[in-house]
């Protein structure tokens, strides 16, 4: 029998085609696997979508990384600087502050010399992938600096399985619309840790954080309006999560450099299990070991430090001794559920530094305007090392980065 001449070829396309789909089944596997969609990319970082809420993995340089968070948040980044630098003008804020004349400009002016280079490199890639001036960009990252939440650890004896539980809840002002463009944000910066951010779009600097090395960190801002001249708490709270594999490390970081305002911190490390409370002002620094007192915290539990104020404190206090030897995940997360997350709770955090897990809820006004607080929301789970193998292996056939 004569053999068709045609057969070979469309074996091998056949053979080719099978080959395509099976490639494309197992990378899309990869991602829907674990519940992240792929939804852009951009040089060595991707726009994931997991559960409806937005995890950006950026890598690289510090301009690089920038740019690819501008790029991929582009229409996010916008609306943060617009409504940040609008707020930030607005009279009611001034007088709530008790300043007058252009704020953010003035923190900018303060704070700008002591702000490391990198993160200088990094804000200006921001801007040049979203398409904002660099200065607005500057200016909405001070923006924490206006304002001065809770927080706690608990280890050991305080839970269920000896596990390290570090809560984080922030009370802010929902009213700036940040849980619009709120983004976890996995970061691979070369020559350092890598670290999630629990951020909003634009932001380079962190309140809410972890790092591979199993390092948590959140904070609490206190008084001390107009004590600008250092590193901005934003970032010097990103650099204890770039730098910092222990948590002794991580307290020096506080500790040797400038710092601005008055902002409390709770730093755990899940490697010992342990974790430590930091009072800080420009001029002084204290450090509140669990089990122990302080004149603003004065119910010391073993195996535990926690952090607020007035009656939230109390109460926070209150709940860790009722569930005391029996704090899970769940209880954890229940530690933080109103009064002690505020009518501004803008978002609240579980991390799990000993796993790498993190669960996050954001507030939601669009859902229901009276139970918008971050508290009666979902917690999302997410988990680093996870986010960090879903990184893209090609780059984007978008605008090279430099």
């Known amino acids: 029998m004569r053999r068709d001449p045609t057969e070979g070829r469309k074996g091998k396309m056949l053979a080719f085609l099978l080959f395509v789909a099976f490639a494309t089944i197992v990378s899309v596997e990869n991602v829907v696997a674990s519940g992240y969609k792929l939804v852009s990319r951009c040089g060595q970082g991707a726009l994931f979508e997991k559960d409806g809420t937005r995890v950006l993995y950026v890598c690289g340089s510090p301009y690089q990384m920038g740019y690819q968070h501008g790029k991929l948040l582009k229409t996010h980044v916008v609306k943060m600087v617009e409504n940040v630098i609008a707020f930030s003008d607005a009279s009611d804020l001034k007088r709530h502050q008790g300043l007058k004349g252009r704020t953010l400009q003035r923190i900018l002016e303060r704070t700008k010399p002591f702000i490391p280079p990198r993160y200088i490199e990094e804000m200006r890639g921001v801007a040049d992938g979203a398409g904002v001036a660099v200065e607005k960009v500057f200016a909405t990252n001070v923006f924490p600096e206006f304002f001065h939440c809770s927080g706690f650890a608990v280890f050991g004896k305080s839970t269920k399985d000896g596990k390290l539980y570090h809560g984080r809840v ?3 002002i929902c009213e700036l619309q940040l849980q619009n463009h709120s983004v976890v944000v996995v970061q691979k910066p070369d020559g350092f840790n890598s670290f999630v951010n629990v951020s909003y779009a634009g932001l380079v600097g962190s309140v ?5 090395k199993q390092i948590a960190v959140g904070e609490m801002g206190g008084d001390g309006s107009g004590k600008w001249d250092g590193v901005p708490m934003t970032f ?3 650099m204890a999560l770039e730098q910092a594999d222990t948590l002794k490390q991580a307290v020096e ?3 040797n450099n400038p ?3 008055e902002y409390f911190y709770v730093v755990s490390d899940g490697k010992i299990p342990d974790a430590r409370g930091l009072a800080c002002t420009p001029e002084k620094f204290e450090i509140v070991k669990p089990g122990s007192a302080h004149p ?13 104020s007035g009656q939230r404190y109390e109460l926070l206090v209150k709940r860790i001794k009722k569930n ?3 704090i899970d995940e769940r209880v954890a997360i229940d530690l933080m559920d109103s009064p002690v997350a505020m009518e501004s709770n803008l978002h609240d955090v579980l991390f799990s530094p000993e796993t790498l897990d993190l669960w996050v809820a954001n507030a939601n006004v669009a859902i229901d305007k009276k139970r918008h607080q971050a508290c009666f929301q979902t917690y999302h789970s997410y988990n680093l090392n996870e986010i ?3 990184s893209p292996k090609e780059a984007s056939k978008e605008k090279s980065v430099p």
């Open 259 to 261: 710092r601005t305002c």
């Open 208 to 212: 809410t954080g972890m790092n591979d």
């Open 388 to 390: 960090l193998k879903l």
């Open 253 to 255: 970081i506080f500790r």
């Open 170 to 172: 922030l009370d802010y």
């Open 236 to 238: 010097l709270f990103r």
């Open 296 to 308: 603003m915290l004065p119910h010391p539990i073993v195996d535990a430090v926690v952090l607020s």
């Open 324 to 326: 005391y030897g029996s």
